[in-house]
Nanobody
Framework: QVQLVESGGGLVQPGDSLQLSCTAS????????ARWYRRAPGSQRELVAS???????IYGNSVKGRFTISRDNDRKMVYLRMTNLRPEDTGVYYC??????????WGQGTQVTVSS
């Protein structure tokens, strides 16, 4: 049974911090790439961050220096630590776990709203 469940979203003020979590089940997680995407209102989905292991991560230009992605293979979890949040960070954040040439699974998303 494959399942990805995001949590941690909510309503915060500009400048606040928030951590998102994604729990994977039924997936060979350690051999996968984990990503966070987001979709802002009226916008296309964009890549926020990607990690292949705890030492290798990439970030979208708009979040560099503010967001940090990490993973715990033993617990099959991936995290996104967001700091100095801005209104333009508002959107639905999705967890994606995939393997090149293999599986590609998505969670249902968690809403992040940054507003004063």
């Amino acid at each position: 049974q494959v399942q990805l469940v995001e949590s941690g979203g909510g309503l915060v003020q500009p400048g606040d911090s928030l951590q998102l979590s994604c729990t994977a089940s039924g997936i060979p997680f350690a051999s996968s790439t984990a990503r966070w995407y987001r979709r802002a209102p009226g916008s296309q989905r964009e890549l926020v961050a990607s990690i292949v292991d705890p030492d290798r991560a990439i970030y979208g230009n708009s979040v560099k220096g503010r967001f940090t992605i990490s993973r715990d293979n033993d617990r099959k979890m991936v995290y996104l630590r967001m700091t100095n949040l801005r209104p333009e960070d508002t959107g639905v954040y999705y967890c994606n776990v995939f393997q090149v040439g293999g599986f590609d699974y998505w969670g249902q998303g968690t809403q992040v709203t940054v507003s004063s």
